[in-house]
């Protein structure tokens, strides 16, 4: 049991194996990081091979021709990416970025009353989630400091659920959740909360960052009332790729909260009237122009995720990251490692949240060792084997440098700080 031979069978009997020959991966490195920017494959490289193509033969008439035609395309990758939240067509729109999203949804559908002007979030949150919500805040007047409840943690890195609905009460106009916190990996109940939130009148929309392409969602059924991610973290769309929002049908021709002329009526855009018509889908939430070659990879990256399929993907991930926290707890139990991360499955993420007070110099020393996890304030590990490309061999030869590191005090000859980017 847990040698190497056995990862091998592991890997040999995964149906999803085949996959990880269409990414490029670099030879002797393990790369565990795709939960910050996935790897690219062949499939994205050549839809922005594509696109970059169609600028060369069609010049502006590319927004209307060749194989996709840039003017549909957020909307035609919205449709593509409902699978993946589960939810209609057209109720999802690729465009923006992360917090630009959260910025839109907030200008959207914070609208306090007397009654209700509070903002609940969480404080363990990622920032820029946090001082988008502030900067919102501000904008209508409010002063962040009483407005906005950050749930506390009461172990400092995951968040009760019992917590957060006792937190829902009379004054709050909106609540912000991540689908799974950036460090330690817990994943919420989505639908309970929406539930909980909805019984109590409070709007509820979530940050899908940590778990898109990397879990299923039921966003529609569960009544979300809107999401928005990132497209370079699980879904491989390169740095900087254009995000993603959702908002549920039921808010349809709501006026955006912050417009542009790519809110508008397709067929209306380009009589430019002083007075918008916004679309009567999520397409009304985008503000500008598209940024066409950033979005171009996520047209190949998505094909890989409708043919393999969601379910698929979780169970690899779920096997994957219970592999590495059993080998996790037989090979480095000498030395003060702890699994941060919540260990049921309904519970956790994508990605194994490996607790140690020289986390920041044990990471340098596995980079140095071709081996590539994150760091994450204040003693974070994030180690994700992802399920498109890793093994059950790169689990069991990552966890094995990393005893070496140990056994060897490796680490000790960096300093224990993070880098610039972490
Ligand atoms: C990665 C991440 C972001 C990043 O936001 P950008 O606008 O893409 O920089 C935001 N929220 C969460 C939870 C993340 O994990």
Known sequence: MYSREE??????????ASYRKEFYLQEGTIYLDGNSLGLLSQRAERSLLEILDSWKSYGIDGWTNGHHPWFYLSEALGERMAYLVGCKPEEVVVTGSTTVNLHQLVATFYQPTAAR???????????????????????????????????????????????????????????????????????????????????????????????????????????????????????????GCVAALYVHERHFGREPGLSGWF?????????????????????????????????????????????VGMENIRQKSLRLTEYMMALIERELANYEFMIGNPREDKRRGGHVYLEHPEAARICQALKAEGVIPDFRKPNGIRLAPVALYNTYEDVWQAVHILKEIMEKEKHKKFPNERGVVA
């Open 117 to 239: 002007t509070k903002i609940l979030a969480d404080e363990l949150t990622f920032p820029s989630d946090i001082y988008a919500l502030k900067s919102q805040l501000k904008l209508k007047g409010y002063d962040p400091k009483e407005h906005l409840v950050l749930v506390k943690s009461r172990d400092g890195k995951t968040i009760e659920e019992a917590d957060l609905i006792e937190a829902m009460t009379e004054e709050i106009a909106l609540i912000v959740l991540p689908s799974v916190l950036y460090r330690s990996g817990q994943l919420f109940d989505m639908k309970t909360l929406t539930e909980e939130a909805h019984k109590r009148g409070i709007m509820i929309g979530f940050d899908l960052c940590h778990s898109v392409g990397a879990i299923p969602h039921q966003l529609h059924d569960w009544g979300v009332d809107f999401a928005f991610w990132c497209n370079y973290k699980y879904l491989n769309g390169g740095p």
């Open 263 to 307: 809110s508008s009526k397709k067929n209306k855009q380009f009589d430019m009237e002083p007075d918008l018509t916004p679309e009567e889908h999520a397409g009304a939430f985008q503000i500008g122009t598209p940024h066409i070659l950033s979005t171009a990879p996520l047209i190949g990256s998505l094909s890989l995720f409708c043919e």
């Open 7 to 16: 990862a091998r069978q592991l890997d040999r009997l995964d149906k999803l």
